[in-house]
């Protein structure tokens, strides 16, 4: 959340709206949370990624689904809901899902985002309404997504009018693999301005 707040003057130049999934929530600091307000102040859509990050269907090879709504999302709603937080939409730690999961979320979620782990791209590109289950293209460093590619996706998402769906974690956090370098993401942005694309947050394009 502290690298976050850093890239609301980039997020603001360009009018875009960024969804931000929150897990550890019961961890924040004030500053932190003082951080996340913020960035909803700006128009940004605050949503969810469980309480502590597990991995959810490894979970469940021990644990039955009623422990884990319990633990992982029961339990961290509770907390952003005394702040003021309603998240509408729901991230896969590690994208990791299955259909039973799906189902399961979708009772309390208007939407759950999975990781796009397949050579194929273009099941990053959403529809601008309706979406139930949304995977993700992920262009953290550790990706090796090539610009060119990139820049091709948001071509094909003007062309076929739909939502290029795209995750990132730290920002300009070269100790961590799963960062985004500033000047990528302003390409990026640039790139969609360039080809004249709206932002959506994801509850926008969710059933």
């Not at 003021?84 to 399961?104: I, M, V, W």
């Not at 060119?148 to 003007?158: G, P, R, T, Y």
């Not at 995750?167 to 956090?173: D, E, K, M, Q, T």
């Not at 070269?174 to 993401?185: Q, V, Y």
Request: aromatic share 10%; proline share 2%.
């Amino acid at each position: 959340v502290d690298e976050w707040v850093t890239i609301l003057p980039i997020l603001d130049s360009f009018n875009a709206k960024a969804t931000f999934y929150i897990s550890y929530y019961g961890r924040f600091t004030l500053t932190e949370k003082s951080n996340l307000r913020e960035i909803q102040k700006h128009g940004h859509e605050i949503a969810f990624h469980t309480s502590n990050h597990y991995n959810m269907k490894e979970f469940l090879k021990n644990g039955s689904m009623e422990m884990l709504m319990k633990s992982e999302i029961k339990a961290g709603l509770e907390k952003m809901n005394a702040d003021g937080y309603y998240p509408r939409t729901f991230a896969y730690p590690y994208g990791q899902h299955n259909p039973a999961l799906d189902n399961e979320l979708l009772k309390q979620f208007k939407s759950v985002r999975a990781l796009n782990g397949t050579p194929n791209m273009a099941r990053s590109l959403a529809t601008t309404y309706g979406n139930k289950i949304i995977y993700g293209l992920g262009i953290d460093e550790s990706s090796n997504r090539s610009l060119k590619d990139l820049f091709q996706l948001i071509s094909n998402a003007k062309t076929n009018k739909a939502c290029l769906v795209l995750v990132a974690h730290h920002i300009n956090n070269t100790n961590s693999k799963m960062h985004i370098k500033t000047i990528t993401l302003r390409r990026l942005l640039k790139a969609a301005k360039r080809e004249e694309l709206a932002f959506y947050t994801v509850s926008q394009i969710s059933n």
